[in-house]
């Protein structure tokens, strides 16, 4: 995976820093991680499996070959769960928890194209808007991830294509990208309230970018009416490690003081049990967003606080 990386890396805009992005990647896959031989494994037997063309078919990254359905059923298994997707392989669906489909529906007449850009993905998961994003023509769509499970999730699906998209998953952290790098689009999407420090967050992904670059911005709001951010005690919706629920015109001035431009609010749109549902691809902890919520009032999660909602801003460096 790597060397695949390494060799496409050469020929766009980030040659300069290939070489780092490798090392950093290298290390962070050598970390003492029990799962990794159970996740290798499946990757071993997934690349037995026919590999086929790619293309989108609402709402799937969908993958045109013939499997047999029973031992890719059982490998893909081992590396639940699947948050991120749906994915379809053959005749397979892999319902995944998120409708990724339909965040990319409400950005996508939102953004600058991606034909040639070298893109972005922060907090990429397991690659399934990725691979969107080089679906549409980036010269490069770089997801980075720090977390191993949904590295292996993507090298998964790549196994499974036929010529791959420009898309790629490293396991590193925005924090690590070299200060050289430099890209065209930058999506921060379902990132910025899982950060201590807000501001460094935004900050960061302003340093990597090109001078009159993209961010496509996507986090957690609450509305105007319960003040200019909410700072959760404990968990929202059961998530530990969400740092701020900012108002949009919390989130506007954020972005303006970081020194943004041409800050667009572009969609705000209340989570649904369509769009993050429980499905047999999470494991045995089947809990999803009706079981955060209080169940005598839709509108407040579980601890009391307001129900989640997203925005998506687009904004230029
Ligand atoms: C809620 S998921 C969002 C996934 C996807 N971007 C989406 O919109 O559905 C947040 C992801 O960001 C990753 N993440 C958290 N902090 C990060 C950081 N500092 N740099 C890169 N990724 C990070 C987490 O591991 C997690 O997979």
């Avoid at 399934?128 to 090298?155: D, R």
């Avoid at 609450?222 to 003040?227: N, P, Y």
Wanted: hydrophobic share 40%; charged share 20%.
């Amino acid at each position: 995976m790597l060397k695949e990386f390494e060799k496409h890396c050469q020929s766009t805009h980030l040659s300069p820093i290939c070489a780092k992005l490798i090392e950093l990647s290298a290390q962070a896959f050598g970390v003492n991680n029990g799962n990794i031989p159970k996740w290798e494994d499946a990757i071993i037997a997934i690349e037995s499996q026919q590999p086929g063309n790619v293309s989108f078919k609402h709402p799937y990254v969908s993958i045109d070959t013939i499997i047999n359905t029973d031992e890719l059923m059982q490998s893909l298994k081992k590396l639940m769960p699947w948050r991120k997707g749906p994915y379809q392989i053959g005749n397979l669906n892999l319902d995944s928890e998120w409708r990724g489909d339909m965040k990319w529906d409400r950005l996508k007449g939102h953004i600058k194209s991606l034909e040639g850009r070298t893109v972005l993905d922060v907090g990429s998961g397991n690659g399934y808007f990725t691979y969107l994003m080089a679906m549409q023509g980036a010269s490069i769509a770089l997801g980075v991830e720090p977390f191993l499970l949904f590295n292996y999730q993507f090298q998964a699906i790549r196994t499974l294509m036929d010529n791959p998209p420009n898309a790629f998953v490293l396991p590193l952290k925005l924090e690590q990208m070299p200060i050289e790098s430099s890209f065209d689009t930058v999506f921060s999407m379902g990132v910025l309230y899982h950060q201590k420090d807000h501001m460094l967050h935004l900050q960061q992904l302003k340093d990597i970018m090109q001078d009159e670059g993209e961010l496509i911005l996507e986090t957690l709001i609450i509305d105007q009416v319960h003040g200019e951010q909410i700072i959760p005690e404990d968990r929202y919706a059961r998530m530990r490690n969400v740092w701020c629920l900012p108002s949009t015109d919390t989130l506007h001035a954020w972005l303006q003081k970081i020194g943004f431009k041409n800050i667009k609010l572009v969609d705000v749109t209340k989570t649904t049990p369509e769009e993050q549902r429980a499905t047999h691809w999470i494991g045995d902890n089947t809990q999803s967003i009706k079981d955060f919520l209080d169940p005598n009032n839709s509108n407040l999660t579980i601890e009391g606080l307001p129900a989640p909602k997203r925005a998506i801003f687009v904004c230029q460096k």
